[in-house]
């Protein structure tokens, strides 16, 4: 009896030991090996933007490169590449990137300059019509008084592009260099731009007058000074495309 009654409760225990650590480890779930895992798609739209984003994010660092490495060949010793590529290096940093050093040893102006422009028109009869002279430098004034953020283009523009020009040609006003030429045309442009803005009819050249008129000094230094004299220099008539109606 005693075995039999031992033999009873051990198998009890037994049963209770398996039940504990079978609710202990819980149900086991099964997972099937061929069953994957798909990520959501995108809507096609969100790939376009992505891939126009991808695309142009690759494309600003890519100029960015190019123009970091032609500034620098610019800035820098003249070597083998910088004069096997100048032309393409030109042409790339003027007139818009053009470096100086006068951040660092300031050259202020001494002189005023008025730059002054007229237009003709051919008729069909072949007689000319030319326009009044109109002053360009006033119109650039204008724009920057009373203005407490003035533009770039109010305020350099036109002067840089005349410096340029002055710097190239001389006082002949003969373009010698590709570069030379490339001036010319860039004020002559300008000038032509400011010029169509007036709507004062048709032409199809322009002519600009430079009146140079030179600051007075201060101080009492002022009066041992000779005066230096105005100059006034009359550039030749230039053809440009027709404009206006």
Known sequence: M????????????SADVKQVQHSESGPV???CPDATVVPP???RGSRALKSGL?????????????????????????NTVSKRYSPLITSWVYPFFEQNWRLFAPDPESVNRQILARTAHTGSDGSVQVSPWFDLTAVDR???????FPSHTAQNMLRRAWAGYVDSHGG????????????????????????AARKDGT???????????????????????????????????WKVSRHGN
Not at 175 to 191: F, G
Not at 204 to 214: A, N
Not at 215 to 222: E, H, Q, R, V, W
């Open 142 to 148: 204008s724009a920057v008084v009373h203005d407490p």
């Open 54 to 78: 991808c695309t142009s994010v690759i494309l600003c660092l890519a100029a960015s490169v190019v123009h970091v490495i032609l500034m620098f060949l610019h800035v820098a010793p003249a």
């Open 203 to 237: 032409f199809d050249f322009i002519q600009l007058r430079v009146v140079t008129l030179p600051i007075p000094a201060s101080g009492p230094a002022a009066g041992n000074r000779p005066g230096t004299p105005v100059e006034n220099r009359l550039l030749p008539w």
């Open 2 to 13: 005693r075995k039999t009654g031992y033999a009873v409760s051990s198998g009890i225990d």
């Open 172 to 195: 002949d006003d003969k373009a010698r260099t590709e570069r030379a030429l490339m001036l010319q045309k860039y004020l002559r442009n300008i000038a032509a731009d400011r010029a």
């Open 41 to 43: 798609r995108l809507p």
């Open 29 to 31: 779930v099964q997972e």
